[in-house]
């Protein structure tokens, strides 16, 4: 992370440190994690109906279920368990994606305020 992103990271306010960032970025930097996440934020569903719906092994879809649920993307579903007969069901969880992008907002705009300031100083 470059210090001016760091920088935008502790001027937010916010509590997410940049180990989550860089945590969830690295999550969501695999396509097939993308598509996972994205069924579940319209669906719960378990590895068995992700992997009946993606071109990857109900293995696979495990993987990643895991490498999600660690940076606390999803989680089980179904109330405490999870579960849904013996498949164990998945949802999307909001608010680590919020936290990163009210990070990369205030990134934006300090890039916007620099910029503006550079077009000030190039017409004057």
Do not use: C, P
């Given at each position: 992370m470059s210090p001016g992103a760091d920088s935008a990271?502790?001027?937010?306010?916010?509590t997410t440190s940049t180990?989550?960032?860089v945590a969830v970025c690295a999550a969501l930097a695999d396509a097939t994690r993308w598509q996972i996440l994205s069924t579940l934020g319209s669906r719960d569903?378990?590895?068995?109906d992700l992997a009946r719906e993606l071109p990857v092994s109900r293995q696979a879809i495990a993987r990643h279920l895991g490498a999600l649920e660690a940076v606390g993307l999803v989680e089980a579903a179904s109330g405490s368990t999870g579960r849904t007969g013996r498949a164990l069901e998945y949802r999307a969880l909001g608010a680590p994606l919020?936290?990163?992008?009210?990070?990369l907002?205030?990134?934006?705009?300090?890039?916007?305020?620099?910029?503006?300031q550079i077009k000030e100083i190039a017409e004057s």
């Open positions: 990271a502790r001027t937010t306010g916010n180990t989550e960032v569903a378990s590895a068995s919020s936290r990163l992008a009210a990070q907002e205030t990134i934006g705009r300090g890039w916007d305020r620099r910029l503006a």
